[in-house]
């Protein structure tokens, strides 16, 4: 299938995408959260830059992402962060065939800064625009690599299990340009589940990467977790994030029956005197029992589609006992993939390649950006 869009000055129709039979350069946005982020990417898999700035130590202090703060890094760092894909590229933005940028869900302030450098550019240069959706974006992460590493040639129909800081989702892709969503969660996003946990472990924000640490010396068999009853794809964590609360309260002497108290995560939690909190095990434990939940309900997904190929994506599929659950499925005759580490987080080269596999209906230039999935 070919994806036509229109030239916003001069009316051109530029063709899109692995059928269009030429060469076509993208380059992308994306600052829908707290990563202020711009790639430049070749046919929808190869990376040609890939730039990345945190605000991770701004929030920090906060305790997690401050909406209008945000926004108002990304327009700090915005032309800068274009500016470098674009050197690192070795690119002309002349030779650019069509900009793209994350238009939601995410921060809408946030996302309005990434959307107008985007529509600039496609004004400025007179080539298309063409606006994303995050979701689909860290989907098609699973098609990039980079320069100097083999051609990934990962292909649909996949099953994928997208976990990020504000999704939880079971994605059927039938082809390059569907992506159907099976399941979600009906609460608490995995990565937000993970951050909630590590602050009540007193780790800093965002604690999804340092919990990860923290459990492998941990013993995952030392606390049993009741799975959430819910429909056989989808999936709830806000149950098993208040067990892991009640669990720490009957170990720092805070009453089980009193509503949790406010903590005051700059000081220690008040430990009982010999009973310290052990916060490796109980970090291991919730670690065994999200991943074991996503991957039986994923390998479920599978099975029930007949699809034999498996992917992760987003934020938490950079962790260590998720990934390793799900490649132990090889022996079991599946194809597993996920994206390298750089872009399972937040980035720009998943947009570019989303625009180039399945951006279809958004090219207008007055497009508007939106903050929950529609
Ligand atoms: O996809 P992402 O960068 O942003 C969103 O779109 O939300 O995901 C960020 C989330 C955060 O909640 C972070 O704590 C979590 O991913 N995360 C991890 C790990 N690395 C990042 N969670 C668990 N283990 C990790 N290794
Ligand atoms: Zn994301």
């Not at 830059?49 to 703060?69: D, M, R």
């Not at 993970?194 to 009540?200: F, G, P, Q």
């Not at 996503?294 to 934020?315: H, P, V």
Request: aromatic content about 8%; hydrophobic content about 40%; proline content about 5%.
């Amino acid at each position: 299938m070919i994806r036509k869009f229109k030239t916003p000055i001069s009316d051109n129709i530029v063709n899109i995408g692995p059928d269009a039979g030429y060469d076509q350069i993208i380059l992308a946005t994306e600052t829908s959260c707290d990563e202020t982020a711009a790639a430049v990417v070749l046919n929808g898999r190869h990376v040609l830059s890939n730039v990345v700035a945190s605000q991770i130590e701004t929030h920090k202090k906060y305790g997690g992402v401050v909406p209008e703060v945000a926004a108002r890094e990304h327009l700090e760092s915005i032309n800068m962060v274009v500016e470098e894909a674009v050197k690192k590229s070795g690119i002309k933005l002349n030779e650019i065939t069509a900009f793209a940028a994350t238009v939601g869900p995410g921060l809408v302030g946030a996302l309005l800064v990434g959307l107008n450098t985007a529509k600039s550019l496609s004004l400025v240069y007179d080539k298309p625009f063409l606006g994303v959706n995050h979701l689909n974006a860290h989907v098609c992460a699973n098609y990039l690599s980079s320069e100097n590493e083999n051609p990934n040639i990962w292909k649909p129909p996949f099953v994928c299990l997208l976990i990020s800081g504000g999704h939880t989702q079971i994605i059927r892709v039938n082809s390059y340009c569907n992506q159907e969503l099976i399941g979600e969660t009906l609460d608490d996003a995995v990565g937000e589940a993970y951050d909630k946990v590590a602050r009540l472990l007193k780790l800093p924000y965002p604690g999804g990467p340092l919990l990860d640490k923290m459990a492998q010396t941990g013993d995952k068999n030392r606390f049993k977790f009741t799975e959430a009853k819910v429909g056989e794809y989808d999936f709830s964590f806000s149950g098993l994030k208040t067990a892991v609360l009640r669990l720490v309260q009957s170990f720092d002497g805070t009453s089980y029956e009193k509503p949790p108290v406010p903590v005051d995560h700059s000081s220690s939690l008040p430990l009982r005197s010999g009973c310290e909190i052990p916060r490796e095990d109980i970090a291991a434990s919730f670690q065994e029992a999200v991943s074991v939940t996503l991957l039986k309900k994923t390998l479920k997904a599978a099975k029930d589609s007949n699809i034999n190929q498996i992917t992760l994506a987003g934020g938490v599929a950079a962790n260590s006992e998720i990934r390793k659950k799900f490649f132990s499925l090889e022996n079991t005759g599946f194809r597993v993939h996920a994206p390298a580490l750089k872009y399972c987080t937040d980035n720009a080269a998943m947009v570019a390649s989303s625009a180039y596999f399945l951006s279809n209906v958004m090219e207008e230039l007055d497009i508007e950006v939106f903050s929950r999935v529609k």
